[in-house]
């Protein structure tokens, strides 16, 4: 069963929550980072992208990068910008976007659960990015980014949850984005208890649904540390939402050639395993086994023949299709992890974004699926198998900044 603890979280002092709240560190790069600090010091992209503090150094993952964001966030607690909770907490946390919310509860999760699979994955990681993390934790003493898990709903932990929202928020603002951010503490110990008991009793796993390198990097932190730190270090910082509640988006892929093939030959050796439709627009995916091809700047739509795909959970997934019968079979890209020629598109950018990638040159060839459903990643991870890379993208996303997990104090 589930083990969550409340912690004392690292938040923004009143009338700081919307400049110190800042996207996912993975979601920019160095140059949109440093242009989204600009006129903002307390934003928390300072920590979580320290590098744009160090102005022309070479390497953003060296130590000095990772030394500035513990040099950062110490500087916004002493400047009052930061203050640590007097006492454990529970969190809840609403996410507004496009008039769609979604509500979750913040809380440290076990790094033992995690490494005896009740918190369950369905992606690889990669190195690079695990060292990433586990030197940012390690030298800043915090964990930063969210783990989003996702788990079956339970009546019960809704109504704790939703009475919680009946309170004054600590946090009520709506990013430059447009996405609503709303936060309330649970710190009433019988409520407290409450929560811990219920995850205990009725949530016999959790599920990664964004973050297995944040989760992957706490654990070999945890797992690297003298045995005279803190006891913090065996939780890390989540995020569970219910499975009700979740927006999975499409997950899209543009690749930079045909593989040394013609676009009538490509498009020609498509046909043994699909039905290839020309489309008079932009087509995104109406339902399973559909695909949409941009190539040439024509739009096609293409439908899985009969019989050519597994009914297993991964075979049947519409990232497998694609990644057996076009990326691998046709474009002889075998592992998507490491090859260079292929890229991802989070649906969020829409297929306006994988015809401009075609359209100046710098792919070939854009695909756009149909979102995995939140019960195909249930099913890969509690069978144990692995989806393909970037096989989900979640909206929207949480905000770094506003929750934070010390792990040394």
């Known amino acids: 069963m589930a083990n969550i603890l409340p912690f004392a979280a690292l938040r923004p002092a009143p009338g700081k929550a919307e400049a110190v709240a800042a996207p996912p560190y993975d979601v920019l790069n160095s140059a949109e980072a440093a242009v989204a600090v600009q006129g903002n010091p307390d934003s928390f992209l300072h920590v979580t992208k320290s590098e744009i503090d160090l102005p022309g150094i070479a390497d953003i993952h060296s130590t000095p990068v990772y030394e500035k964001a513990k040099e950062n966030l110490e500087a916004f607690i002493r400047k009052g910008v930061l203050f640590r909770e007097d006492k454990p907490c529970y969190y809840v946390y609403e996410l507004t976007m496009n008039g769609r919310s979604q509500t979750g509860l913040v809380a440290v999760s076990s790094v033992e659960d995690y490494e ?19 030197n940012h934790i390690r030298i800043s003493g915090a964990q930063t980014g969210n783990v989003f898990l996702a788990y079956r709903d339970v009546p019960e932990i809704d109504t704790l949850i939703d009475a919680a929202k009946q309170q004054t928020p600590l946090y009520d603002f709506v990013a430059p984005d447009g996405i609503s951010h709303r936060v309330w503490v649970v710190n009433d110990p019988a409520k407290v208890t ?27 932190v945890r797992r690297g540390l003298d045995k005279g730190y803190h006891q913090h270090a065996d939780y890390f910082l989540t995020t569970l939402f219910p499975a009700g509640q979740l927006y999975i988006m499409d997950y899209n892929r543009v690749v930079k050639d045909l593989n040394g093939l013609s676009a009538e030959d490509f498009l020609r050796s498509l ?26 700047g024509q739009w096609y739509k293409l439908t899985t023949k009969e019989g050519r795909h597994n009914s297993d959970p991964i075979g049947i997934l519409d990232v497998t299709i694609l990644s057996e019968l076009v ?17 991802f598109v989070g649906g969020i950018r829409g297929l306006k974004e994988l015809e401009r990638r075609v359209d100046n040159g710098e792919m070939a060839v854009a695909f756009s699926l149909h979102p995995v459903t939140i019960e195909q990643l249930f099913d890969i991870a509690d069978s144990g198998n692995i989806m393909p890379p970037k096989s989900t993208w979640f909206e929207p996303k949480l905000r770094d900044g506003l929750l934070t997990h010390l792990i040394y104090s």
């Open 116 to 134: 005896n699979g009740i918190i369950k994955k369905h992606e690889f990681t990669r190195p690079e990015k695990e060292n990433d993390r586990i």
């Open 194 to 220: 409450q929560i811990t008991t219920l995850f205990d009793t009725k949530v016999p796993h959790t599920y990664i649904a964004d973050g297995h390198h944040r989760a992957a990097s706490a654990a070999k």
């Open 271 to 296: 046909y043994d395993d699909f039905d290839v439709e020309k489309m008079p627009s932009a087509f995104s995916p109406t339902r399973l086994h559909e695909f949409g091809l941009y190539l040439g």
């Open 327 to 343: 990326l691998d079979k046709i474009l002889g890209i075998s592992d998507q992890r490491t090859d260079k020629r292929i890229d």
